[in-house]
């Protein structure tokens, strides 16, 4: 299973509609954003995936574009692997979700800078940033191997 990994939209609805195009050319299955959406826009370019989501003030349009709203924290399993999700200014429950060794995959954001690390048994992935970045990415994983890589777009 391959999927994308997008965060930091902060609305820019032209470097997401790139974004989407990229993914749909890589035959991602589904997408998980890590926070910082922006605006309901943003929501309803990624309604052709179940996209996963952790920034409250979007739960209406996500749940209009029949996507999963996780809060602060989500975790789901996808393709055989257990992901954490969160976008990250909670450093502690970031750094717990990480050190737990309960996740294949935490997903986070925040930082707006790329982050592929293995800590313990599990990867930790900062796909970037689609505003306020130089360049533009997102990544992509396969499950349940966890081959990930960033891509610009």
Not at 89 to 106: P, T
Request: aromatic fraction near 4%.
């Amino acid at each position: 299973m391959r999927i994308g990994v997008i965060s930091d939209t902060h609305g820019a609805v032209e470097n997401t509609q790139r974004a989407v195009r990229m993914l749909e050319s890589l035959e991602v299955e589904a997408v998980l954003h890590c926070g910082d959406i922006g605006t309901p826009d943003v929501v309803g370019l990624l309604a052709a995936w179940q996209a996963d989501y952790d920034h409250a003030p979007l739960a209406q349009a996500i749940a209009k574009n029949g996507q999963t709203f996780c809060g602060e924290f989500g975790e789901v399993e996808l393709g055989g692997a257990k992901i954490a999700i969160a976008h990250g200014h909670d450093a502690y429950r970031l750094h717990a979700a990480i050190d737990s060794g309960a996740y294949a995959l935490v997903c986070t954001g925040h930082t707006h800078k790329q982050r592929l690390e293995t800590v313990g048994e599990t990867l930790v992935l900062n796909p970037g940033a689609l505003y306020r970045a130089n360049p533009h990415t997102i990544a992509v994983v396969e499950l349940p191997s966890l081959e990930a890589t960033h891509v610009a777009v």
